[in-house]
């Protein structure tokens, strides 16, 4: 692989295309980590609100479910977090690139080294698989990960009213 100036000229017009994308990405991955804190905290104001009321059994019960809370809203929020720190990489790296493209276009195209080629070939195919990996991750998620979440917060509701009857029949029985 040799850098060539038609190389350097497909790398500057292509870099900067794959790096709006991915601040476009960055921006609504933001969205949705926004949105996503604040379902959470209104989700969590009426618990808060009913703790200091509480017996200490309640108070229990809803410091535990606060806390499931937590872990739901950091592990939502992990992914959309990953990906724009990734993105945050991979538009530092593009935008090098497209000076280094520039750069090597201004020079009046000397010899290019093999080295420079091969890293911005690999720069852009970075950016060319974060296109393409994050609509299949997003995919995979809604198709996926969100029913599987779904079925098993439903299975520990059920569990949890099963649970509540049974100890109201023993109850029952003791009376």
């Not at 989700?43 to 806390?67: K, N």
């Amino acid at each position: 692989m040799k850098m060539t100036s038609d190389f350097a000229q497909a790398i500057a017009a292509t870099a900067p295309i794959i790096l709006l994308v991915g601040v476009v990405e960055m921006r609504s991955y933001a969205q949705v980590l926004t949105r996503q804190h604040e379902n959470d905290r209104q989700a969590s104001e009426p618990l808060l609100a009913e703790v200091d009321g509480a017996s200490g059994e309640r108070q229990a019960e809803i410091r535990a479910e606060l806390g499931g809370m937590t872990r739901r809203a950091v592990l939502k929020a992990a992914l959309p977090m990953g990906v724009s720190v990734f993105w945050v990489l991979i538009s530092i790296v593009l935008a090098v690139v497209t000076y280094q493209s520039l750069y090597y276009l201004a020079e009046g195209a000397p010899e290019g080294s093999p080295e420079l080629a091969h890293e911005l070939l690999t720069s852009i195919m970075l950016g060319l698989v974060m296109l393409v990996a994050i609509p299949i991750a997003t995919w995979f998620n809604a198709y996926f990960a969100v029913p599987l979440h779904t079925y098993t917060q439903w299975a520990r509701e059920r569990s949890r009213a099963r649970r509540t009857a049974t100890d109201g029949d023993a109850e029952q029985n003791q009376n």
